[in-house]
């Protein structure tokens, strides 16, 4: 069985700090892992993800995550926070070795204040 | 352009009735999803096929019945609706069900059973 564990309900910054928003997973083949932002009354939409290679992966609109083998992490961060990065945010995974199902979160509430 | 397209936007019904969401993909993808998310914004799979196979079926009431006529198209039809059917449903297509491609989501259909 696979899993996704966001730990933190909620994520408050401020404008123009650095953001992390956490995610550690557990899969039994090798880690595929997403980040998704969710806006309000939207779609998810994809940011970023880890398939191979460099553990550092660079996404859409700034965001940025570490692919962390043996803490088995892929926490998403951004250096520099915008208002506009306000929404909810979801870590995936799936199992490289299976064309299985992607495994969510329960997902970030991320609020970025002026 | 629309990439995945959900109708209806919101679906309110009594409970009882039978109601069908419909989803379209012009992505050109072979493989497509409905999820639901509930009230506190988990997200869980519900289906997905492939080239019109059903290839994930989660444990889902089986009042719930998918279709895909073509690969383009995934549609969700509901039987005997209850209470507990009210959420948010979204269908996503990614490329292929190999697991590093990303998903791309529709708006969603928020269902409401009263």
């Known amino acids: 069985a696979q899993s996704v564990a966001q730990p933190e309900d909620q994520v408050n910054v401020a404008e123009g700090n650095p953001l992390t928003v956490k995610c550690t997973y557990s899969?039994?083949?090798?880690?595929?892992l997403f980040w998704y932002v969710q806006y309000p009354n939207r779609g998810l939409q994809f940011l970023l993800k880890?398939?191979?290679?460099?553990?550092l992966v660079k996404g859409s609109y700034g965001f940025e995550a570490e692919f962390n083998k043996s803490q088995t992490s892929f926490h998403l961060k951004k250096p520099s926070a915008l208002v506009s990065d306000s929404a909810l945010y979801f870590c995936?995974?799936?199992?490289?070795?299976?064309?299985?199902?992607?495994?969510f979160g329960d997902g970030t509430t991320l609020t970025v204040k002026p | 352009d629309t990439a995945v397209s959900q109708t209806p936007k919101y679906l309110v019904t009594q409970m009882g009735n039978d109601k069908s969401i419909k989803c379209e993909q012009n992505l050109g993808h072979d493989t497509m999803y409905w999820y639901k998310q509930d009230s506190k914004k988990f997200l869980k799979i519900m289906f997905s096929y492939n080239n019109k196979e059903l290839i994930i079926n989660e444990t889902v009431p089986n009042r719930f019945s998918p279709k895909s006529p073509d690969k383009a198209h995934l549609n969700l039809h509901i039987n005997s609706l209850e209470l507990g059917d009210s959420a948010v449903y979204f269908c996503?297509?990614?490329?292929?069900?190999?697991?590093?491609?990303?998903?791309?989501f529709g708006p969603g259909t928020r269902l409401t059973v009263t």
């Open positions: 996503a297509s990614s490329q292929g069900r190999v697991s590093s491609y990303e998903q791309y």
């Open positions: 899969v039994s083949g090798n880690p595929y």
């Open positions: 995936a995974v799936r199992d490289g070795n299976n064309a299985g199902k992607s495994t």
């Open positions: 880890y398939i191979t290679g460099d553990n």
